[in-house]
């Protein structure tokens, strides 16, 4: 009985993971709620529908965003890849990302998309445009992604696998790392989705807790699916990725500032030597902190969305089986045989809400070990030359990582390539410089042109297993423009982050990606008055330079008798004569009354 | 001044030393200068002053002046106020009289055209007719619309005279779906070629002259609107029943700007969550596509569908009120433009060029079903110049309140008629006559005349704008396309009154487009704007220093020779 279960729902995970669905338009939602160590709660929202490729280009939406609809068939897009992120992902005690990190952008905004199009150019032109009017819908800054922030990557992105063979499609890629992304782009989100955030999971969204997350990423996915039988597809997939930290969303909106624990609430070390009433040695909490979706998101979740089909399980919460969990009563609770995955079938029109209480801890979910961690930074120093360094390192004792790695430079910040290097260190701590091409297995290298486009480097690197890699290459910082320089321009530039993609192991059918935290970049930044104070400056030098010269030429030269004599002539001289002649009055007259 | 006097004057120095040392008051001028010192100063002032003068003012006037490229100023105020074309509508009417012999016929035509005459006070919208020869009646098609040529004049209508025994009067029959117009008439009143009148052409004068009364209004009207030199289309306007000119101007302000494609966007609402679907391809197909094709010599179209479901009311509108009297929730007529949920309702308009028409059904939510306008029970409205609305009070399921998932093509009907009727009024076309082949046709004219004169309007305020402003620029492309807007308007003119109206609106669309681009010319209106103070401000460390002394010198120049030349004259 036990096995027929589990099998049966095994099949049912099958099935709600397949992505080709029978019928030609359909709508599916979900939600996955995990608790992650350090009181975060990690929480998934995944909306998918689909329309027939028939109706889309006829241009008939029912579940599909007529907004996003157009955009795409007049920029002839194909496939399409749009994610916001802000904040983190710590992957040192959160472990492995949602969705293998194929959900997530870097920092900001990042975008990609298969474009059809004859050539490059006309391509870029479409690109454009698509920026454009996505910048306009999800009131975005993407109309800035402009040719020096537009790569065309070579291995790092692949296609869906069911375009239409006739079409000769242009991966272009663009970021804005700088971009802060906020509610004004979660309002046109929610209103791609087919039940705007009034019904369903989507009910739960509230821009000042979604934007307060410790990390948190929207992603738009729109790909071609043609299933083996029956008509193509185009299929929309909308996520949004939170880590919520539970103690900083519990608070009040209100009365948001947090407030030290009364003194009688503190548990105490009493046998620390110094404890008494003003010294505390607080000991750890053994407890787990209670939560309940209510608490967290600000409001509860309202119903399902009628347009829902097939599975009714929404809601997923994957904790250890013994948790205490409070459900309404008319929800219907599944437990998956792994121990930890719980399902709830929510009734379609009661508000759900699920609260966990406060009780005491013996096991957690485990995490699942990492494959590679990887870190970027800035080295050097001085306004001219700097350095980069990338620290990968491969956690598996046993077998050695191979990936992708991915990063589009600005054209200020000008790489030395011959200056690529690398050194290992294994477990027992010694560095050991190595030929680069011994860790680099293929280089594709784009230089830049100045203003015209960024560096592109995609590197195929292999890490051999317990041990850390660290690639470094100089830069030189070029000199912007007086007018190239934004207006904060003493922030620094942002260099947005690189890619890693992690290719397939056997097991897996997806590639894992990661993201590497974005860079500030400080430029040599000058003041920015200098072009009036040079044009005041130099005007002076001229004039003095050129009342010199002009005097000398046309004046006349006397002596210093001669000059007091022409003075007397003058107006002026007769004047001053007069007013010595008073002076020498006044002064004669005191003299005599004295 | 130097303080180290040398050259010329070093020679004084040392007789005038000691008188200076012992006796201050004692003071003698200098020695008169040289006159080739003088000469010398001079040259040098001249010296500098020519150089400012022939080669910093060229200089700063090439790098400072602006592009301005030359225009045909006069001939654009002349089309601006009429002067250069003067519309006219000549309709070419065909008359096809089987049953008559071709004298009588011609003398037939002669009187109609004459009672005609004497009727119509506007000259510039006319009649002509035209007898059909007999051997060319069963060729000709009877679709105006379709027979279009490049040489002959579109014919506007065709009229077929049918004798009938047993009729004491004339009468006629206009056919609704093309342009013909059938007239039977007893065989008696055929006229005699002596009179001149004949109750047969009283008739079809009237007849014709009724057909086309709302066309000439219309236009009279826009004829009117542009401040032209013609005063005649103001006087028709006067002599109208009032009520007509107020159709005509309300019409006006409810169609959208003539564009060469419209976006046709159709939406869903609904503010629960069904229905959320729509049998809506085959709506369009059977209610849409052939109105969109009759339209397709005027304008194209595309069309693209939306469902949105959890369409709620801004908070700010009023909401729907029940009615007991009328079982029904009732919106305020007042309150219905504030219908649309601008801020919420996902109508973006369509991408590409063209304005988008917005139609929207909205499915009203069981617990506020049925939902009607107040005032008249109406469930349909148009938004002037952006679209049209349908309340669907979609029959509700009866055990429990909920409205249908699905709307079929049936229930679809009513309201995809109204939104046709919405359509005909958003693009402007008149109430009459009944034939829809004439409507539209007579839409080709008020089109082309208000593009014409559009065109012609925009052409003297780029006039007056680039006269009124010589500080902007105007790039070659503006030129050119001032040109091409002049050609193509005369050649609309031209074909206006050789009565070829299709061509004629092609015509004014492009000329339209161009006027358009011209002024709306991006590099026309400067991005960057340093205000004059601005440029005086930085320069004025170099301009004062300089300035002065080279001023200074040449008024003390100017002086000297003036005095010079003063004392020369008084002298001898």
Redesign the interface.
């Known amino acids: 009985m036990t096995v027929l279960f589990f099998f049966l729902s095994l099949l049912s995970l099958v099935c709600a993971s397949l992505s080709s669905p029978s019928a030609p338009s359909d709508y599916h939602e979900r939600l996955d709620l995990q608790p992650l160590p350090q009181s975060s709660l990690l929480a998934s929202f995944n909306f998918r529908s689909n329309t027939s490729q028939e109706?889309f280009e006829?241009?008939?939406?029912?579940?599909f965003?007529?907004?996003l609809g157009?955009?795409l068939q007049?920029a002839h897009t194909k496939e399409l890849h749009l994610r916001f992120t802000t904040g983190r992902w710590d992957a040192e005690s959160w472990g492995p990302r949602p969705w293998n990190g194929s959900k997530e952008g870097g920092t900001g905004v990042e975008l990609w998309a298969w474009i059809d199009a004859v050539d490059d150019e006309r391509a870029f032109a479409k690109w454009i445009t698509l920026t454009q009017?996505l910048s306009g819908?999800f009131c975005a800054s993407m109309n800035f992604v402009d040719s020096t922030r537009t790569t065309r990557p070579v291995v790092s992105f692949d296609p869906a696998e069911d375009h239409s063979p006739a079409s000769s499609l242009h991966l272009l890629h663009g970021t804005l790392p700088g971009e802060v992304v906020c509610t004004e782009n979660l309002t046109p989100f929610l209103?791609l989705l087919?039940?705007?955030g009034?019904?369903g999971i989507s009910s739960l969204f509230d821009g000042h807790k979604l934007f307060d997350a410790s990390w948190q990423s929207m992603s738009v996915d729109v790909r071609p699916i043609c299933p083996e039988q029956g008509e193509c597809l185009v299929q929309i997939e909308q996520t949004v990725d939170m880590v919520l930290d539970i103690d900083r969303s519990k608070r009040p909106r209100d009365n948001p500032i947090p407030r030290p624990v009364p003194n009688d609430q503190l548990a105490c070390d009493a046998s620390k030597p110094y404890h008494s009433d003003d010294t505390c040695y607080p000991l750890e909490n053994t407890l787990e902190k209670g939560w309940s979706l209510a608490e967290v998101f600000g409001r509860s979740l309202n119903g399902v969305?009628?347009?829902t089909e097939g599975n009714p399980e929404t809601v997923c919460l994957r904790v250890p089986n013994e948790r205490r969990v409070d459900i309404p009563p008319e929800v219907t609770e599944t437990r998956q045989a792994d121990g930890y995955t719980r399902c709830f079938a929510l009734h379609p029109s009661t508000p759900f809400d699920l609260s966990i209480p406060e009780q005491e801890v013996h096991s957690q979910v485990p995490l699942k070990e990492r494959s590679l961690h990887a870190e970027r930074t800035i080295v050097g120093h001085g306004q001219e030359r700097g350095g980069m360094r990338i620290i990968f390192n491969n956690p598996s004792e046993t077998s050695p990582v191979e990936f992708i790695y991915f990063e589009t430079l600005p054209w200020f910040l000008r790489p030395f390539v011959h200056t690529l290097q690398a050194t290992i260190t294994g477990h027992d701590g010694v560095r050991r410089q190595v030929p680069s091409s011994q860790i680099v297995k293929e280089t594709f290298y784009r230089p830049a042109i100045d203003r015209k486009r960024g560096t592109q480097l995609e590197l195929t690197l292999s890490v051999p297993a317990a041990s850390t890699v660290t690639l470094t290459y100089d830069f030189e910082k070029a000199i912007l423009r007086y007018t190239e320089y934004p207006p904060d321009a003493n922030r620094g530039f942002n260099v947005a982050p690189a890619v890693i993609r992690l290719n397939p192991q056997d097991n897996e059918s997806s590639p894992i990606y990661i993201r590497t935290t974005s860079l500030l970049l400080p430029l040599p930044t000058p003041d920015f008055s200098m072009p009036?104070n040079v044009?005041?400056l130099?005007?002076?030098v001229?004039?003095?330079a050129?009342?010199n010269i002009?005097?000398?030429?046309?004046?006349?030269?006397?002596?210093?008798?001669?000059a007091?004599?022409?003075m007397?002539?003058t107006l002026k001289g007769r004047l001053l004569g007069k007013i010595v002649a008073l002076r020498d009055r006044i002064r004669g007259k005191t003299s005599k009354t004295e | 001044m130097s303080s180290k006097p040398e050259g010329l004057e070093s020679s004084n120095i040392s007789c005038n030393d000691a008188p200076a040392m012992s006796s201050e008051t004692v003071q003698r001028p200098p020695p008169p200068e040289k006159p080739a010192a003088i000469l010398t100063r001079t040259k040098v002032i001249a010296a500098f002053w020519a150089v400012i003068i022939f080669l910093g003012f060229p200089i700063w006037w090439q790098t400072t002046s602006i592009h301005r490229a030359r225009l045909p100023i006069q001939e654009m105020v002349n089309w601006a106020s009429g002067k250069t074309c003067r519309p006219v509508f000549p309709l070419e009417i065909q008359f096809a009289t089987p049953s008559l012999p071709v004298s009588d016929a011609q003398h037939l035509l002669r009187t109609t055209q004459h009672t005609l005459d004497d009727l119509n006070e506007f000259s510039a919208h006319h009649l002509r007719l035209k007898l059909l020869e007999s051997s060319n009646i069963e060729s000709n098609s009877p679709d105006g619309l379709r027979s279009i040529t490049e040489d002959n004049a579109d014919t506007v209508l065709s009229v077929r005279l049918i004798a009938q025994e047993d009729l004491t009067a004339p009468r006629s029959v206009l056919h609704s779906e093309t342009t013909q117009l059938d007239v039977f008439y007893p065989p008696s009143q055929v006229p005699v070629p002596s009179s001149s009148n004949s109750p047969l052409s009283a008739f079809i004068a009237e007849e014709l002259q009724r057909l086309f009364g709302e066309e000439k209004a219309t236009i009279a009207h826009v004829l009117s609107n542009n401040n032209g030199a013609d005063h005649q289309p103001a006087a028709v306007l006067n002599s109208l029943p009032p009520q007509i000119a107020e159709t005509i101007n309300k019409r006006e302000r409810r169609s959208m700007k003539y564009a060469e494609t419209y976006h046709l966007a159709f939406s869903l609402f609904t503010p629960g969550s069904a229905p959320s679907s729509w049998d809506i391809e085959a709506a369009i197909q059977e209610y849409l596509t052939p109105l969109l094709q009759a339209f397709s010599p005027i304008s194209n179209f595309t069309v693209d569908t939306q469902v949105q479901l959890y369409a709620m009311f801004s908070p700010m509108t009023p909401q729907p009120e029940y009615d007991e009297s009328q079982a029904a929730w009732t919106l305020k007529k007042e309150d219905l433009s504030a219908f649309i949920n601008a801020a919420e309702w996902p109508l973006s308009p369509s991408i590409g060029s063209g304005p988008t028409i917005n139609f929207i059904l909205y499915v009203p939510a069981p617990s506020q079903s049925p939902m009607v306008v107040k005032e008249n029970h109406a469930t349909s409205w148009i938004i002037p110049q952006w679209g049209g609305v349908f309340l669907l009070n979609a029959p509700l399921s009866t055990s429990q309140p909920s409205n249908p998932s699905h709307l079929s093509k049936e229930s679809l009907q009513s309201a995809f008629l109204t939104f046709s009727h919405q359509l005909l009024t958003l693009m402007g076309t008149p109430a009459t006559p009944t034939s829809l082949p004439l409507r539209l046709q007579t839409l080709i004219r008020i089109r082309a005349a208000s593009l014409l004169l559009s065109a012609s309007s925009t052409m003297g305020s780029l006039a007056r704008l680039t006269k009124s402003l010589p500080s902007i620029p105007i790039p070659a492309s503006v030129a050119t396309s001032v040109s091409t807007t002049l050609s193509h308007l005369s050649s609309a003119c031209d074909q206006l009154r050789e009565g070829r109206f299709a061509a004629a609106l092609a015509s004014a669309r492009v000329a339209e487009t161009e006027a358009e681009r011209s002024f709306f010319e991006k590099s026309m209106v400067g991005q960057v704007y340093f205000p004059d103070e601005h440029k005086v401000a930085v320069y004025l460390p170099l301009l004062g220093p300089i300035g002065v002394p080279l001023a200074v010198g040449l008024l003390k120049e100017l002086k000297r020779i003036i005095a010079g030349w003063k004392s020369r004259r008084s002298s001898p």
């Not at chain 1, 002009?550 to 004046?555: E, G, I, S």
């Open positions: 109706s006829q241009r008939h939406f029912r579940y965003p007529r907004a157009q955009i007049h009017s819908l209103k087919p039940c705007k009034k019904a969305c009628p347009l009036y044009i005041i130099t005007s002076t001229i004039a003095l050129f009342g002009f005097n000398l030429l046309v004046r006349r030269f006397v002596s210093k008798e001669e007091a004599a022409l007397a002539q």
